[in-house]
């Protein structure tokens, strides 16, 4: 007997990345990615299981063309739906006996998903489409999440217990920066294919600064750079007299700020010769695909792996096992891939490579 996957697809998860806003609450714009998202999953999902999915743009739309076995529920044909839809999509789920629920989305539609379930002990997996995905239920991405789906139907992989976990977006756009832990969900777990939740380290101001220095000291002044969100970062930019929010990517050229909190558009009309300054999401060992979706597919097809520079604290890359890339492009992410050379003191170094 075939397996039963509950599957949806939250439209509006992610909208508010590429465009800097930092989340997608309220926002109630589509994202215009969500079906490339979609499509990346469904080309390399299992086919010996029936979908059960929602109506339309929840979730019907993306099969319509495929060879998948699916059915319907009569939930999702509103014009604009909500995270209700989603909750009472999952209580339809439960009634029909699935046996894993996949989404579509961030951490706000695993808030929704994990309320729908109302005690059922489900295993739920989720394919990233969010801005931030601090839980520990997403796949590093959507192929990652049809293997994963393949490997729990040949019962090949584990099910665990992982945090799901939000921030406030309005306090997060401010510069606020506080995880929430809100549940502890069933998922499904095999090798490296599932992203951990994220967790904070402590870190030395010793580290910090030297960091700092090395960076400064070898900034060139004919080269654009563009720094990424997170406190080692923005350590630099204090210690260039540039105060901008802790959250946001900024442009420097000449160590001078030139322009703060940009968007994805406007990294896309950038020239000449271009660095981007990263530190990785602590545990999760996130490059690029949390919490700094600015850098998208048609921005970083302008420069090489080489012109990623990565800077760490050895506490934090003492919590990650190797780091993770989602570009939005599955090419992209093979060419990103391999080992980087950690900045983490004064002309010190540490490797690590990327998740396989």
Not at 253 to 263: F, H, P, Q, Y
Not at 316 to 330: A, H, Q, S
Request: glycine letters at 8%; one cysteine or more; a neutral charge.
């Amino acid at each position: 007997m075939l397996k039963k996957i509950g599957f949806l697809v939250n439209p509006y998860a992610g909208a508010g990345g590429r465009i800097g806003r930092k989340g997608s609450d309220e926002l109630c714009l589509e994202n215009p990615e969500i079906p490339s998202r979609v499509a990346r999953f469904l080309v390399k999902a299992p086919e010996d299981a029936i979908y059960v999915t929602p109506k339309l743009k929840m979730g019907e739309i993306y099969f319509i063309k495929t060879k998948l076995k699916y059915d319907t529920i009569p939930i999702g044909e509103k014009e604009k739906t909500t995270r209700y839809d989603t909750i009472d999509s999952v209580k339809e789920f439960v009634r029909r006996g699935v046996d894993i629920i996949v989404f579509v989305g961030g951490d706000g539609t695993a808030r929704d998903i994990f309320e729908g379930l109302q005690g059922a002990q489900i295993p739920i997996l989720g394919v990233p489409a969010g801005v931030k995905m601090h839980s520990g239920v997403f796949a590093n991405t959507p192929e990652a999440a049809a293997i994963l789906l393949t490997k729990f139907l040949h019962d090949e992989a584990k099910i665990v217990r992982e945090e799901i976990l939000d921030v406030d977006e309005e306090a997060y756009r401010k510069g606020t920066y506080s995880v929430k832990l809100y549940y502890i969900a069933l998922t499904i777990s095999s090798n490296s294919l599932l992203t951990p939740s994220k967790e904070e380290t402590q870190y030395s101001e010793d580290e910090l600064e030297e960091i700092a220095d090395y960076i400064i000291d070898n900034m060139d002044d004919n080269i654009t750079y563009i720094m990424g969100p997170g406190s080692t970062v923005k350590y630099i930019e204090r210690k260039l007299k540039i105060n901008t929010p802790f959250l946001g990517i900024d442009i420097i050229r000449g160590k001078k700020l030139i322009k703060e909190n940009v968007s994805y558009f406007d990294l896309i009309n950038l020239t000449g010769e271009l660095k981007i300054l990263l530190t990785p999401i602590g545990k999760q060992g996130f490059l690029i695909g949390r919490g700094n979706q600015e850098l998208g597919p048609m921005f970083l097809r302008k420069v090489k792996k080489d012109d990623l520079i990565v800077v760490s604290t050895l506490s934090k890359l003492y919590t990650i096992n190797c780091f993770r890339i989602d570009t939005g492009d599955e090419n992209l992410d093979k060419l990103f891939s391999g080992v980087y050379n950690v900045i983490v003191g004064y002309n010190k170094f540490y490797a690590i490579k990327t998740c396989q």
